[in-house]
């Protein structure tokens, strides 16, 4: 059974740093690409980074480029996203997801963890 | 504004057949990248409802389908049931965007 399950996130104040953690399990985890989508209170859903499954190609939407950043550990079965220069528009749950399909861009998003709400207020 | 356009709410009584709608452009849908479709309900985190236009996940009942045409793309609901009730998005590719999901539809059963 696949399970995502992540963790880290929390109150922050403008400006400041957090990193996400997404725990992986019930599939083998190098073989996948790996997003971040995030939904802020009230509003849907947007994709925030793409990490291909070796580590070595990333995507990032424009709101937050040059202030985040995707990594993955595959020995550890660990997705991270590290965000900085956090933003009240930050504000959202964070949802780690398994991508799947042909090629990326026929890839969905097969299995969704239970989010972790990051709050950006001072 | 998401370059994928759902209506905010549909509704409809139990029992009944109800359409979701996806439009998009040039650069997405009728690029020919394919739609997928996804359930959120209250409080929960989003499941994958619909992939590839077209194809249910294991354990998805056959009273969800999809199809795509041009730039457009649909989720059909048949025999409709109060758990039903949620937030439907859309998803696609975009060529200058990357991933882009709709701006979700609200199911209310009546």
């Known amino acids: 059974e696949v399970q995502l399950l992540e963790s880290g996130g929390g109150l922050v104040q403008p400006g400041g740093s957090l990193r996400l953690s997404c725990s992986a399990s019930?599939?083998?985890?190098?073989?996948?690409?790996m997003s971040w989508v995030r939904q802020a209170p009230g509003k849907g859903l947007e994709w925030v980074s793409v990490?291909?499954?070796?580590?070595?190609?990333?995507f990032y939407a424009d709101s937050v480029k040059g202030r985040f950043t995707v990594s993955r550990d595959n020995s550890k079965n660990t997705l991270y996203l590290q965000m900085s220069s956090l933003r009240a528009e930050d504000t959202a749950i964070y949802y780690c997801?398994?991508?799947?399909?042909?090629?990326?861009?026929?890839?969905?998003?097969?299995?969704w963890g239970q989010g972790t709400l990051v709050t950006v207020s001072s | 504004q998401s370059v994928l356009t759902q209506p905010p709410s549909v509704s409809g009584a139990p029992g009944q057949r109800v359409t979701i709608s996806c439009t998009g452009s040039?650069?997405?849908?009728?690029?020919?990248?394919?739609v997928h479709w996804y359930q959120q309900l209250p409080g929960t985190a989003p499941k994958l409802l619909i992939y590839g236009n077209n194809n249910r996940p294991s354990g998805v009942p056959d009273r969800f389908s999809g199809s795509k045409s041009g730039t457009s793309a649909s989720l059909a609901i048949t025999g409709l049931q109060a758990d039903d009730e949620a937030d439907y998005y859309c998803?696609?590719?975009?060529?200058?965007?990357?991933?882009?999901f709709g701006e979700g539809t609200k199911l209310t059963v009546l």
């Open positions: 040039s650069s997405n849908i009728g690029a020919g990248y394919d």
């Open positions: 998803q696609s590719y975009d060529s200058n965007l990357n991933w882009v």
């Open positions: 997801a398994k991508m799947n399909g042909r090629s990326r861009p026929y890839w969905n998003y097969d299995y």
């Open positions: 990490i291909s499954g070796d580590g070595g190609t990333t």
């Open positions: 019930g599939f083998t985890f190098s073989t996948y690409a």
